[in-house]
């Protein structure tokens, strides 16, 4: 059985958001110019363990990067999630390095 999941960018409460199976996971923000500093994400214990942090900060990133923003992973769990993908070095904002 497919669930769905509802995906939003929640602007007025810089976060993004992932509504699924009655919870919500969140991905706090703060923009400043062209960066987007990703700093807190969380997901209700009853979500744990079912990929939906993954699913939240991958769709993020798709976002962050239509809206052609810089990234800064200070958020631990999203900063394992650049360096296990790669493919999303390139919107890291210069200078800044994952450990």
Request: charged letters at 25%.
């Amino acid at each position: 059985m497919d669930t769905f999941h509802e995906f939003k960018d929640n602007g007025a409460k810089h976060r993004y958001e992932l509504a699924a199976d009655g919870h919500l996971a969140i991905l706090e923000y703060l923009i400043s110019g062209n960066d987007i500093y990703l700093t807190h994400t969380e997901v209700p214990p009853a979500l744990e363990g079912k990929g939906i942090g993954s699913e939240l900060v991958g769709q993020a990133l798709e976002d962050i990067k239509t809206k052609e923003m810089k990234i800064v992973p200070l958020c631990p769990f999203v900063a394992v999630y650049v360096k296990r993908h790669p493919e999303w070095n390139e919107f890291i904002r210069e200078g800044f390095r994952i450990g």
